[in-house]
């Protein structure tokens, strides 16, 4: 079972920037797939963005140009650098890795509360 725990989430102004991290309690190199989702009040768990251990990034269009994922294998963590942030990207920022040979496992970390103000 691989443990993720998530930080950098925060209070920001309208327009400002967060970097969140998220950190695995194993070898990211063994980890095919990590990815940020995030949920709002009242609203279901939505993507935001992918990597996979080819460093291949996936995002939703709307969040392409101002978020950027990226990780760093020597720290084990996936970071989401958010810019231009906007009242309506306050949400928790979830951490999800994709992982294993065969039958593939998943685990989620905690989350990290992120909020805009106008």
């Known amino acids: 079972q691989v443990t993720l725990v998530e930080s950098g989430g925060g209070l920001v102004q309208s327009g400002g920037s967060l970097r969140l991290s998220c950190e695995a309690d194993?070898?990211?190199?063994?980890?095919?797939?990590m990815g940020w989702y995030r949920q709002a009040p009242g609203e279901q768990r939505a993507f935001v963005a992918s990597?996979?251990?080819?460093?291949?990034?996936e995002y939703i269009d709307i969040f392409e140009g101002r978020f950027t994922i990226s990780r760093e294998d020597a720290k084990n963590t996936v970071d989401l650098r958010m810019t231009g942030l906007k009242p309506e990207d306050t949400a928790v920022y979830y951490c999800?890795?994709?992982?294993?040979?065969?039958?593939?496992?998943?685990?989620w970390g905690r989350g990290t509360q992120v909020t805009v103000s106008s």
């Open positions: 990597i996979d251990w080819n460093g291949y990034t």
């Open positions: 194993t070898k990211i190199s063994t980890i095919f797939k």
């Open positions: 999800k890795a994709n992982y294993g040979l065969g039958a593939i496992s998943t685990a």
